[in-house]
């Protein structure tokens, strides 16, 4: 059963407003129908051809609106069934300052994690993880590709490539790769991180259950040995609708 019409908008909500695409009202509308309440989680919205002759407006204005909450994810379509409002993502807060693992930061948070391995193995190393973890030609990298789910959300994808010097088996790594390097005597220390603004693609999207051009952080950590030496280089990226890293900046004392 979809919701009623008059639940969500009023042939008058469009016109009133600021001036502006009639799509883009409609879509202030309907998200305002979910932040407020009126369209709670698993909701379904009334038929596209229901909702264009009610707001007396374009079946092509009625797509564009919700084509644009698919996308931020406030909706989901699911074929052959209709358009139903999206379970709400609660945002994980993640500081910039501390080196945690991915099980600490969850479990910190009574969250339970699972991964879902894309990629183990022992590998030859490519130019780019030569580079990165100064290695020779002829030695061995670790690769460690991990869909990252907490209480069944999929949070991130992390390709991690530690040297085989440092974990000579990657079946070793059943839940927490810091935990298996804690183990043989190697967790980092220290890690520089670099974050950019991605827009999701396919394969990446799908694993992640979020619809493509979607927002997303792209993450690169190289983290190190108190030694100095380089022990993990990672490429993730995380849903943008999912995190907010969060860093403390303090006034320089010089
Ligand atoms: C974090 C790290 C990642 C590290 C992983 C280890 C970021 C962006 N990435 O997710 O570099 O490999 O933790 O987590 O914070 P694990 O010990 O749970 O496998």
Redesign the pocket.
């Known amino acids: 059963m979809s919701t009623p019409l008059a639940a969500i908008l009023t042939p008058e909500s469009l016109q009133s407003g600021v001036p502006g695409p009639l799509y883009l009202k409609l879509r202030q509308t309907l998200e305002e129908a979910i932040t407020s309440g009126k369209l709670n989680y698993g909701d379904a919205l009334p038929a596209e051809r229901d909702l264009a002759d009610h707001a007396n407006v374009s079946r092509v204005t009625v797509r564009k609106a919700v084509d644009d909450l698919v996308k931020d994810g406030l909706l989901v379509r699911r074929h052959g069934s209709g358009t139903f409002v999206a379970k709400p993502v609660a945002k994980v807060q993640?500081s910039l300052s501390r080196l945690?693992?991915?099980?600490?930061?969850?479990a910190r948070r009574g969250l339970n994690?699972r991964?879902e391995w894309i990629d183990r193995g022992l590998f030859h190393p490519s130019p780019d993880e030569m580079m990165m973890l100064g290695l020779p030609a002829d030695a061995l990298v670790a690769r460690?590709g991990?869909l990252?789910v907490a209480d069944d959300m999929p949070l991130?994808i992390?390709r991690?490539c530690i040297s085989a010097e440092f974990l000579p088996d990657p079946l070793q790594?059943q839940?927490?790769?810091?935990?298996?390097?804690e183990k043989r005597g190697c967790r980092p220390v220290r890690?520089v991180?670099r974050?950019s603004a991605y827009n999701m693609k396919d394969p990446d999207a799908s694993m992640l259950g979020v619809p493509p051009g979607s927002a997303g952080?792209s993450?690169?950590?190289i983290?190190y040995l108190r030694t100095g030496r380089v022990v993990?280089f990672?490429r993730?990226i995380?849903r943008g609708d999912a995190y907010d890293f969060v860093a403390e900046l303090t006034l320089s004392e010089t």
């Open positions: 993640q945690t693992s991915f099980t600490e930061d969850m994690t991964a460690l991990r990252r991130a992390e991690a790594v839940g927490s790769l810091y935990a298996a390097l890690a991180q974050i952080l993450i690169e950590r983290s993990e990672t993730s995380y």
